[in-house]
């Protein structure tokens, strides 16, 4: 098709603000270490027959590079490391390690090489199959309507929520893997910057820098996966996650993720220390009711006051969850709001992918995501799940 004769991702800098983190901290502690990740479609895998247009827009990311004013941005975050940062000015995308084949109408893709270098390509690959997918099946809907969408949704939340103290609301723009497109996402962002006071951030740098919102994202499920296999121990790869992380970062991006394992296997290894020096912790499957009690809990008999530490919510939220939310926790907890596919994909008659690129081996060696809802659990070696739930005693 004519319109996929010019690139989709134009900048480095278009991606969730967690991978450029986590890549700084493999940059500096596993420079080595090797990882191969693949798409998994949780519903009817029928992408095949983008390949080809998918395998031309993934050769022109090749070309990206950090610019120079881009740099100059990300110099201005003091978490960022100024060696880091000349590795990434040199970084280009290697073609080489991305295989993507047509499998009997279902996509296959499988990412391989040095995890520093393959971190990257998860993000944008998901929002170029998402825009192939949206603008071949819904040639008609353009950011206009998307907006005129957004608005009407607004208008609805603001009758909802008319009698309720919105002081403490916190919301930040998650969506950038499976937007419609990148129009689609920026004028979203852009409404609601414009309108809407409680959007924070984004967690796409790029939308982040040229909209002036803060960029927003720690680590995700790979940096628990990896450590599966890097840890000598696995029952202590979580623990040697947590402090890699506290050891790169220390007071800054400190948001844990706790549903690698589960929650229960996350708190057990969330002790006094980890408790204290992060900031709060991220939810991304099961009920968010059952586990915002459980971190407050767990705050709670550690004598820690949860006043002071923050949850952020992540998973499939639109606004009717996120006030139901909000109204049980907002008076006993700092809360945010990472709103990712609902907000950049809820348009009428569209029926949003679910897909993901995940982790699936570190140096060679299974890896896996249990999860705290069954449909998210993922791995390619049954007996590595068993040699999980022996080592982290879960029923």
């Not at 500096?28 to 270490?33: E, F, I, L, Q, S």
């Not at 998918?54 to 950090?66: A, D, R």
């Not at 939340?157 to 969506?175: A, M, N």
């Not at 006094?272 to 009920?287: A, E, K, V």
Request: with cysteine.
């Amino acid at each position: 098709m004519k319109i996929y004769n010019y690139p989709i991702v134009k900048t480095l800098l278009d991606t969730d603000a967690y991978k450029i983190h986590m890549q700084q901290a493999v940059f500096y502690h596993y420079k080595n270490t090797t990882v191969v990740a693949e798409l998994i479609c949780r519903g009817d895998n029928i992408l095949g027959c983008y390949s080809d247009i998918l395998l031309k827009q993934i050769k022109m990311m090749t070309s990206l590079f950090l610019s120079h004013e881009e740099y100059i941005y990300l110099k201005s975050f003091p978490f960022f490391k100024h060696e880091y940062l000349n590795w990434l000015k040199q970084f280009r995308y290697n073609i080489s390690q991305v295989k993507i084949n047509n499998y009997c109408g279902q996509l296959h893709i499988r990412i391989s090489g040095l995890w520093k270098e393959v971190i990257l390509w998860e993000v944008p690959i998901l929002a170029l199959i998402s825009e192939v997918f949206y603008k071949i099946s819904y040639p008609h809907i353009t950011p206009k309507i998307a907006v005129h969408y957004l608005d009407s949704k607004l208008k609805k939340f603001y009758h909802d929520t008319k009698f309720l103290d919105l002081s403490r609301l916190k919301i930040v723009d998650f969506g950038t893997r499976r937007r419609f497109s990148y129009d689609v996402q920026y004028s979203i962002v852009k409404r609601l910057k414009e309108n809407f006071p409680f959007l924070t951030g984004s967690s796409n740098y790029h939308i982040a820098r040229i909209l002036k919102l803060s960029p927003v994202g720690t680590q995700s499920h790979e940096w628990f996966q990896a450590h599966q296999q890097i840890s000598i121990n696995l029952a202590n790869s979580q623990i040697l996650a947590l402090h890699m992380w506290l050891y790169q970062y220390q007071h800054h991006l400190s948001i844990a993720l706790t549903d690698c394992i589960s929650m229960d296997a996350f708190l057990r290894d969330f002790n006094f220390y980890f408790s204290r020096l992060y900031q709060g912790l991220r939810h991304d499957s099961g009920d968010p009711i059952i586990w915002g009690e459980k971190a407050i809990q767990h705050y709670q008999r550690l004598g820690i006051d949860p006043g002071t530490k923050t949850l952020l919510f992540s998973d499939n939220l639109n606004f009717h969850t996120m006030i139901s939310i909000y109204k049980k926790f907002h008076n006993r907890i700092n809360i945010i709001f990472g709103m990712g596919t609902i907000l950049t994909c809820d348009i009428p008659y569209v029926k949003p992918l679910n897909i993901v690129i995940k982790l699936v081996k570190c140096n060679g060696y299974p890896v896996a995501k249990l999860s705290d809802s069954p449909g998210k659990t993922f791995c390619l070696d049954n007996h590595f799940i068993e040699s999980l739930y022996k080592a982290f005693n879960l029923p």
